[in-house]
């Protein structure tokens, strides 16, 4: 069982659509990350949040943690074909970072 | 500054051998991550080791083990491999170890295994 779903598993929309990434878990973590992983390529940081509630925008894409810090959102506005690839979540607890299962985006021109 | 190197790129194992696997940390950081990424299981730590010593261990038998030398860089191996040890094996490398509140992760491109 996993600690973080990710929610949709599959998403393929055209270019220009907005999409939300969803990633939810019962456990509270002490900061949550996103990734954007290639293929044949390690995943690569996106963002980190810490607080919660807390809303982090990096150009098209809006990153926001949970005011009780056990889920996150990751919204995109105007999607790009270079936008697909597989979104990760990773949640900090304990002494290591539990990853979500991820979901996988394609945007087609 | 260059990135977090994994070597080999791709390894092709039969079940029962034991295979090791390489990772070079980016110049700096101390900590390193291992993580096993498979298409059912997605990405799950295995250990992460800082100044040569094993700080965390993640729900894996003891075929998976790993060490750091004194430059940083570090080695896992899986021993008496079986079928589903083929995933993915992530690096990552960090400045720090534990989970500082800016905490970064710095992936490798992996070391695809296949066992047959």
């Known amino acids: 069982t996993q600690l973080l779903e990710q929610s949709p598993q599959f998403l393929s929309i055209q270019e220009g659509e907005n999409l939300t990434v969803y990633c939810n878990s019962s456990?509270?973590?002490?900061?949550l990350q996103w990734y954007r992983q290639e293929p044949g390529e390690g995943p690569v940081l996106l963002v980190t949040?810490?607080?919660?509630?807390e809303v982090k925008k990096l150009k098209r894409l809006t990153f926001q943690f949970g005011d009780a810090r056990k889920d996150s959102s990751l919204h995109i506005t105007a999607a790009q074909p270079g936008d697909t690839g597989l979104y990760l979540c990773?949640?900090?607890?304990?002494?290591?970072?539990?990853f979500g299962t991820g979901t996988s985006l394609t945007v087609i021109p | 500054k260059a990135g977090v190197t994994q070597t080999p790129r791709y390894l092709i194992k039969t079940r029962g051998q034991q295979v090791t696997l390489s990772c070079s940390p980016i110049?700096?950081?101390?900590?390193v991550s291992w993580y096993q990424q498979t298409p059912g299981q997605g990405l799950q730590f295995l250990f992460e080791?800082?100044?040569?010593?094993?700080?965390n261990k993640g729900n894996f038998p003891g075929r998976f083990s790993g060490r750091q030398f004194s430059n940083s860089r570090s080695e896992m191996n899986v021993s008496t491999l079986e079928l589903g040890d083929s995933a993915l094996y992530l690096c990552?490398?960090?400045?720090?170890?534990?989970?500082?509140?800016?905490?970064?992760?710095?992936f490798g491109p992996g070391t695809r295994l296949t066992v047959t």
């Open positions: 990552a490398s960090s400045p720090l170890p534990g989970l500082a509140s800016s905490y970064e992760q710095y």
């Open positions: 456990s509270v973590f002490s900061s």
């Open positions: 949040v810490v607080t919660g509630g």
């Open positions: 990773a949640g900090a607890r304990g002494n290591q970072f539990y």
């Open positions: 110049s700096g950081h101390r900590s």
């Open positions: 080791y800082f100044s040569e010593t094993q700080r």
